[in-house]
């Protein structure tokens, strides 16, 4: 590696203790130390997870971040800074708020920088592949990136790799894959929205290599994870793996969680494209016995179904990765935070995918992603059969005049067609999660989805709150 190539890149070692603290210094002792690092007078941009107000372990582990840079000041560090993008376009601020997070980097001497607050910190355009990525100057114009990973199962890769870290250097808008159809492609079976995933993850990830990975598995979230669901799980299992080489440690992480690289089409196309080193036979592991250290847990479900929700039925069709890991997202959201809404609520049925099965009933249809609604545009369950009565003014009139002893005569009834309004319409390729909430929520009301109200006044104030600060700096709120 070009920036530091005082550093065997084929050295991962593998801590374990009892101390995160620990783990983190023992690894990059066993490296050769943080000055095979960085130098003194270095300028360095610390990569941590930021996804959400939930905190550890969705986010990086306080500890560890803090052990890494007591380690870069140790080494003569000129300047520390620490971020990252949240996840749905949550605000740096609000998360800072929420976590006490530059107060705590403030009293280490670090600052966290807010990079979707483009006045503060800019952006450059680097082209990578024939694509302009806007890419935040403050990162580029640091002499080292350093990246701290907090691994947690992932509903795409099993896990987050540090490739996915580093995702999160440009924006959600940035992030976003628009669907494009390739001439004389199945876009659905050949899931190019994975394909273009991917190619978008790697692409970022060469614009600047880190000189130093840390898969943090001190403490790993199992299960529905993310971002603490209720089936989600927290295990500690004391390690942590490390080295200089992303691809490496991430081949390490996942062959210490029992995954086979061919298993892994992330790592498979970055060996294509030849962004690091990802044969096992060349890497020198160092610290403690993988084999001795594996681990058994348990993964995101990969099937919708296994997604029991309360009066909640699904029906899916063919279905890209994008819409199967927003409805894995929204599916656990309504299962870990709407209980008592699902109590109001009797009976629903979501619709995802490309021709999805007709629904049981008529009533509370959920339509996620765009396949689901161009798919389901002419389907019976759109229209309800409702029988009504034919002239029934002047039957009941004619009736009146006829004799009362004579026998009455049956009233005509034919069927007439409307409209289903029980119906709810979740756009996008993948919808956007906060969206579909509200949408939902509009539909219920506040009486039928009262948890679902209240999560959306809590995102609404902190919405406002980021408005009034942008209004006060600039004086306009419209790109809000």
Do not use: W
Not at 32 to 59: H, M, T, Y
Not at 194 to 202: A, F, G, K, V
Not at 238 to 247: F, I, M, Q
């Amino acid at each position: 590696m070009n920036e530091n190539s005082k550093v065997n890149s084929t050295d991962v070692v593998l801590t374990k203790n009892d101390s995160s603290t620990k783990a983190i210094n023992n690894g990059i002792e066993l490296l050769g130390g943080i000055s095979r690092f960085i130098q003194k007078e270095d300028k360095i941009f610390i990569k941590i997870n930021l996804r959400a107000p939930n905190g550890f372990p969705v986010n990086a582990s306080m500890d560890s971040l803090r052990a890494l840079i007591i380690l870069c000041k140790e080494a003569g560090a000129k300047e520390i800074c620490v971020g990252g993008f949240p996840d749905y376009d949550v605000k740096t601020n609000t998360l800072s708020n929420a976590l006490g997070l530059k107060s705590y980097l403030g009293k280490l001497g670090v600052e966290l920088i807010y990079l979707d607050d483009q006045i503060t910190s800019p952006f450059s355009t680097v082209d990578v592949n024939g694509k302009n990525i806007e890419y935040p100057t403050r990162v580029l114009e640091a002499d080292k990136l350093i990246m701290l990973n907090q691994v947690s199962v992932d509903p795409l890769f099993k896990f987050t790799l540090s490739l996915l870290n580093s995702y999160s250097l440009v924006s959600s808008k940035s992030q976003k894959i628009e669907k494009i159809i390739r001439s004389g492609k199945d876009y659905l079976l050949l899931d190019q929205y994975r394909q273009d995933l991917i190619s978008n993850i790697l692409d970022v990830f060469s614009i600047k290599k880190p000189c130093l990975v840390i898969n943090d598995l001190f403490y790993f979230l199992e299960g529905a994870g993310p971002f603490i669901y209720k089936d989600s799980n927290l295990i500690r299992t004391g390690l942590v793996v490390s080295g200089s080489d992303a691809l490496a440690v991430d081949l390490i992480t996942l062959n210490l969680l029992k995954i086979d690289l061919l298993s892994s089409d992330i790592l498979l196309e970055a060996r294509n494209r030849g962004l690091g080193i990802t044969n096992a036979s060349e890497i020198s592991l160092k610290g403690e016995i993988l084999d001795a250290n594996k681990l058994t847990v348990n993964f995101s479900v990969n099937k919708l179904s296994d997604i029991t929700i309360n009066n909640t039925y699904l029906q899916k069709g063919r279905i890209c990765s994008g819409c199967f890991k927003n409805a894995y997202y929204l599916l656990n959201f309504m299962k870990t935070h709407l209980t008592k809404d699902l109590k109001y609520i009797r009976n629903q049925s979501m619709l995802l995918g490309e021709n999805p099965p007709e629904p049981d009933t008529v009533e509370n249809l959920i339509i996620f992603g765009d396949c689901a609604i161009e798919s389901t545009k002419n389907r019976d369950f759109r229209y309800i059969q409702k029988p009504k009565k034919d002239n029934f003014s002047k039957k009941l009139q004619s009736k009146i005049q006829k004799d009362t002893s004579s026998q009455k005569e049956p009233v005509e009834r034919k069927l007439k067609e409307k409209i289903n309004k029980s119906i709810v319409e979740l756009p996008g390729c993948p919808p956007d999660i906060h969206m579909s909430l509200k949408i939902i929520l509009k539909y219920y009301g506040k009486a039928q989805a009262p948890n679902l109200s209240f999560y959306n006044a809590l995102l609404n104030q902190f919405n406002e709150k980021e408005s009034e600060k942008l209004t006060e700096k600039t004086g306009d709120v419209s790109d809000v």
